[in-house]
């Protein structure tokens, strides 16, 4: 997509960045006047539908959030040929380019460290395990507040079984998924996990950002 196109009611304006399902855009909301962040499924994955579901599933467990440093998710939308999401848009950079940048002092690390916690904890009190907790998932505003984004590998615990969020991808036994350098053992032979493996998670990151 380049400057100019149209998503629903959205102007693209710019690409923000690309992972590995998707294009992230900057685009103007004409109706609420507004810049936001539009998420859009690659091409060759809206046929897949571990990938569609997966997809849904972040929009899905960010918006049954409400939270200051989670993310916010506006909408979703698209057809069976295009999915995307709609979420606030983030001036600042993410945590790793920060730490790429410059040094991050002990107290600044623990300010990070305690706005994460404090953000996985909302989460894990609704029954959502992030399960993909790394700098790059962590956007810096300007002014040092922290938004936790991408809960696309999230999983439901046990203890949320039977709430809404039964319906979303449950991850097959010894299949492992995330990313290695911040995965608990237990995520990363693939075996069942708990909210515990964001805490390892978490720890690993305070542990970069401090050395």
């Keep these: 997509m380049v400057e100019g196109d149209k998503i629903g009611r959205y102007e693209v304006k710019r690409q923000l960045g690309v992972g590995g399902m998707g294009e992230v855009f900057l685009a ?5 006047d507004r810049e936001v962040a539009i998420k859009v499924l690659l091409p060759e994955f809206c046929y ?22 989670i993310i916010t998710i506006y909408e979703i939308g698209g057809n069976k040929d295009s999915l ?20 991050v002092t002990p107290d600044l690390a623990l300010q990070f460290a305690q706005q994460i ?21 962590i956007m810096v505003r300007e002014d040092g507040f922290l938004k936790v984004l991408d809960f696309g590998l999230a999983k439901p615990t046990q203890v949320d079984a039977e709430a809404k969020t039964l ?45």
């Design 48 to 69: 897949d539908l571990e990938r569609v579901n997966r997809f849904k599933l972040e929009a899905k467990s960010a918006s049954a959030l409400n939270h200051p440093n």
């Design 167 to 211: 319906d979303l991808v449950n991850t097959k036994a010894g299949m492992v998924m995330g990313s290695v350098g911040y995965m608990s053992p237990e995520q990363a032979r693939g075996k069942e996990v708990d909210l515990r493996t964001d805490i390892w998670s978490l720890g690993v990151v305070l542990y970069e950002m401090i050395t």
């Design 117 to 137: 916690a404090s953000a996985l904890t909302a989460a894990h009190k609704e029954g959502i395990i992030h399960r993909d907790i790394k700098p790059e998932n």
């Design 84 to 103: 995307y999401i709609v979420t606030e848009y983030i001036k600042g950079e993410t945590l790793r380019n920060l730490i790429n940048r410059k040094a």
């Design 28 to 32: 103007h909301d004409h109706e609420l």
